[in-house]
């Protein structure tokens, strides 16, 4: 399948929700595209083949919690190298390192064990959706503590009005995104 029309068949597997979780909000959901199983290969490839090529090839796959350890768990399988869970505070059980950043309301704050990457260490940081991308620059931070070098940010969606890939890109971390939704 040509570039284009994966991302076109991709984007029409996604379902917006109009008003959840709050009026005027349009949720975009990415659950039909991991229920069909023709859909859900197509999507799992569009990321592997790109990280097959060997300069684009990373160590490990680092999936933010909960919808980018589907997609990452999946990635990290094919690409046969390690898969590291970066979770919400108080779920890992070893020595965490931590990384809180702003919500549009209040804070969260995600952990890493201390020994899930190597100093070196090309990773891949796999989640759903960009949208304000605090999660995912709160991931990078995380790894780039331990000694990783985060080569690419990568998610199904991107939602850009929201400013979080740009402030991402401005941040010097690369993005490869499927689907655009821009403002609509």
Do not use: C
């Not at 569009?46 to 990280?51: E, I, K, L, S, T």
């Not at 919400?88 to 549009?104: D, I, M, N, Q, R």
């Amino acid at each position: 399948m040509h570039d284009l029309h994966v991302h076109d068949y991709l984007r029409r597997h996604i379902r917006t929700v109009p008003d959840w979780p709050a009026p005027g909000v349009q949720f975009r959901d990415i659950t039909p595209l991991l229920q069909d199983p023709k859909v859900f290969r197509v999507l799992v490839d569009a990321f592997v083949h790109r990280y097959m090529d060997r300069a684009m090839r990373p160590d490990v796959v680092a999936g933010l919690d909960a919808r980018g350890f589907i997609l990452g768990a999946v990635i990290a399988y094919e690409l046969n190298i390690g898969f590291v869970p970066i979770r919400k505070k108080g779920k890992l059980p070893f020595t965490t390192v931590a990384e809180t950043y702003e919500l549009e309301y209040g804070s969260a704050t995600v952990e890493l064990h201390a020994d899930a990457v190597k100093p070196g260490d090309r990773v891949l940081l796999v989640d759903d959706l960009i949208a304000t991308g605090g999660t995912m620059m709160a991931g990078k931070n995380l790894l780039e503590r331990l000694g990783a070098v985060v080569i690419e940010g990568a998610a199904i969606v991107d939602l850009p009005e929201l400013g979080g890939s740009d402030r991402l890109r401005a941040a010097g971390l690369p993005l490869f995104t499927l689907v655009d939704f821009s403002a609509g």
